[in-house]
Structure formats: C-alpha cells, structure tokens
C-alpha cells in the first residue's frame, strides 16, 4: 500500500509566520510531488509541483523535496489570514498515468 | 466557463438506491478521474479514464460503476446506496502533456445516504 503521511494538525501560526508543513511518503520510486490548498467546502486547487530534489519557490510558497528521505515540505512565508486552509501533499505513484496519492491533509490557521 | 463541471452538487438520498452523478471538462484533457473524500477530509481516487478507457480502478466495490461516453465526460452510477458512501465525490482531469500533471478539480458532489 502506497502511503503518504501528513501531520493532521490543526497547525496554527500568527500573521506574518511561517509556516511549516511536511509530508513522508512510502513509494521510494515516486517521481513527481505535489501540494494542493483546500479551503473548507471548496475543490483543491494546485500550488505546487515539484520534482527535483532541493527547494524551488514560488512567492511566498517554498517547496523542499528529498528522495532520500522520502520527505516532501511546503514552506509559507510572511503567512496571511486567506492562507488559512487545508493542505494537501500529493504523490504520483502512478508513473505515466499520474495517480495521485493524496496525504490526510494538515489544516493550517493564521491568526490576525 | 467552468474548466470541470459536475452534477448533481447536492445529493440526499435513502440507502438501496441508485444515484448517478455526471461529469464534464472542457479543458481538452484526455484523463478524467474520480476521487471520493470523506468526513475526515481523506481524498482517495477511485477510477481513471484516458480517452474512454478504464486505466487505474482502486479497490472499490462493484456497486460503483463509472462510464466515459467521450473523452469530455466521466459519469459515476452508484447502485445500492449504503451509508458509508456518504462523502464528497470530485471529479478531475488532467493534461498529460502538460508537465505539471496539475488535476483540475470539479466543485465536487456532496452524497448524503440516510
């Protein structure tokens, strides 16, 4: 069974924060990572993607991938009240036909 | 215009009947997908179509029937409803000749069995 682990939180954090979310996964030959946001009674919409080990940013979002460890994290800085939402660290353990394994989600909330 | 469209968005029904929920993109996308998440907000993926055919089937009882008339549509028939498939069912497609394999999302079905 192909896992991916998610500390289910709720992680809180004050405005202005960062904010730190991590993610394990089992399948050692994933290729292809993945962090999705979710707010509550809404559909998951794309952040990140990564596939690289190392860190690759994008604004105030960092992601950070090491295979080795079998870790994947997402970093938010200078951290908003609308950051405030569910976060979904997904793998493609599908190869070629992407099947996206998702974790249980880490339910981040930025305190004004 | 909505990229990923499903319907019904709200579904009340009594256990032991049989629902149906329809799907539609007009992204272009070749793979089409259904995900259910539960209460504790788990996503778990249930079924994936690349233009009509069946290529990733999880372990789902064989109450849950999808169907792919085209590559646009991907339709969920649930029969003999039981309680435990009370949930939200998303739908997604996805590029794959996009580099990112980004899934985009349906607004989702939420299904209550009484």
């Known amino acids: 069974q192909k896992e991916v682990e998610q500390n289910s939180g709720p992680l809180s954090v004050p405005e202005g924060a960062i904010a730190s979310l991590n993610c394990t996964y089992s399948?050692?030959?994933?290729?292809?990572f993945f962090w999705y946001r979710q707010y509550s009674g809404k559909s998951p919409e794309l952040i990140m993607f990564i596939y690289s080990n190392g860190d690759k940013e994008d604004g105030r979002f960092t992601a950070q991938l090491n295979k080795a460890s079998q870790y994947v994290s997402l970093l938010i800085r200078d951290s908003q009240p609308s950051d405030s939402a569910t976060y979904l660290c997904?793998?493609?353990?599908?190869?070629?036909?992407?099947?996206?394994?998702f974790g249980k989600g880490t339910l981040l909330t930025v305190n004004p | 215009d909505t990229a990923v469209s499903q319907t019904p968005k709200y579904l009340v029904t009594q256990m032991g009947n049989d629902k149906s929920i329809k799907c539609e993109q007009n992204l272009g996308h070749d793979t089409m997908y259904w995900y259910k998440q539960d209460s504790k907000k788990f996503l778990k993926i249930m079924f994936s179509?690349?233009?009509?055919?069946?290529?990733i089937n999880e372990t789902v009882p064989n109450r849950f029937s999808p169907k792919s008339p085209d590559k646009a549509h991907l339709n969920l028939h649930i029969n003999s409803l039981e309680l435990g498939d009370s949930a939200v069912y998303f739908c997604?497609?996805?590029?794959?000749?996009?580099?990112?394999?980004?899934?985009?999302f349906g607004e989702g079905s939420r299904l209550t069995v009484l």
């Open positions: 997604a497609s996805n590029g794959l000749h996009y580099n990112t394999g980004e899934l985009f």
């Open positions: 997904a793998v493609n353990s599908g190869g070629s036909n992407y099947k996206l394994t």
């Open positions: 179509y690349n233009n009509k055919e069946l290529i």
């Open positions: 399948d050692r030959g994933s290729q292809s």
